[in-house]
């Protein structure tokens, strides 16, 4: 919006609802009371959040997109709510004020709901589920069957273009196999929009190619740049005559 522009429209500001629960309830019918009451509890602790700080770090704000994706996560894995949580508000880019305020509304809001709380036992047994191999079940004529991740397991397809299915040389580490655990369980909730972020040379493209071929799924790339615009990912420019 453009100042030009802008005093061409009249201005309706829409204030929040505040019944963020009845609206994940009617939306994910199936969802667990005590995550309903966490992402409820969550909500309305991060409302009351002073405007300045929320300028500070714009990532204090869960839209209702955000709780949709973490009712989703928590119905099948409550027990990862802090960490879900942090990721979704980007919380190791937060100022360290931020960060820490962030840190003890979760541990608050726990301390509420005890149903999403991580006991000692839980702790250990997350980290050895994470830790687990990755075990491939070939379906009839080495097509389909299922992939397991330690404690989630995700259905192989059947890929139309069997050539764009990535096959790398991939060696398995303890942190990639927790980042190919992360990437299945939100695969299992149905998020297949992924962003993974992380410094140059890390394995990023390593983790995906490794993750699409063990799903039996096609690869393709887009090349993104400063100057990309939506329109230039919409629009394929064709010349004729």
């Known amino acids: 919006m453009q100042p030009e522009t802008a005093g061409l429209f009249s201005f309706h500001q829409l204030q929040s609802t505040g019944n963020e629960r009845a609206l994940l309830a009617h939306l994910l019918p199936h969802t667990p009371v005590a995550v309903l009451d966490a992402l409820a509890c969550l909500s309305s602790e991060l409302s009351k959040v002073p405007t300045a700080a929320k300028h500070q770090g714009s990532g204090l704000q869960l839209t209702l997109r955000h709780l949709i994706?973490?009712?989703?996560?928590?119905?099948?894995?409550?027990?990862?709510?802090?960490?879900?949580?942090?990721?979704?508000?980007?919380?190791?880019?937060?100022?360290?004020?931020?960060?820490?305020?962030?840190?003890?509304?979760?541990?608050?809001?726990?301390?509420?709901?005890?149903?999403?709380?991580?006991?000692?036992?839980?702790?250990?047994g997350m980290g050895r589920a994470a830790l687990a191999g990755i075990t491939v079940h070939h379906g009839q004529g080495g097509l389909g069957g299922r992939v397991t991740f330690g404690d989630v397991t995700l259905e192989r397809e059947h890929p139309q273009n069997p050539a764009?299915?990535?096959?790398?040389?991939?060696?398995?580490?303890?942190?990639?196999?927790?980042?190919?655990?992360?990437?299945?369980?939100d695969f299992e909730c149905g998020d297949r929009h992924l962003?993974?972020?992380?410094?140059?040379?890390?394995?990023?493209?390593?983790?995906?190619?490794?993750?699409?071929?063990?799903?039996?799924?096609?690869?393709?790339?887009?090349?993104?740049?400063?100057?990309?615009?939506?329109?230039?990912?919409?629009?394929?420019?064709?010349?004729?005559?």
């Open 164 to 185: 764009l299915v990535p096959n790398v040389v991939f060696f398995d580490i303890p942190r990639h196999r927790e980042v190919l655990h992360e990437l299945a369980k």
């Open 69 to 124: 994706r973490l009712a989703r996560r928590l119905a099948a894995h409550p027990r990862d709510f802090d960490k879900v949580v942090k990721r979704t508000l980007l919380a190791p880019f937060l100022p360290p004020a931020l960060r820490d305020s962030l840190s003890r509304l979760v541990a608050h809001v726990q301390s509420q709901v005890p149903a999403i709380g991580v006991q000692e036992e839980d702790r250990v």
């Open 195 to 241: 962003l993974l972020i992380g410094n140059q040379g890390v394995g990023k493209n390593k983790l995906v190619d490794r993750f699409l071929g063990l799903l039996q799924q096609e690869r393709e790339y887009i090349q993104l740049h400063r100057d990309t615009s939506v329109q230039s990912l919409t629009v394929s420019t064709s010349l004729e005559n």
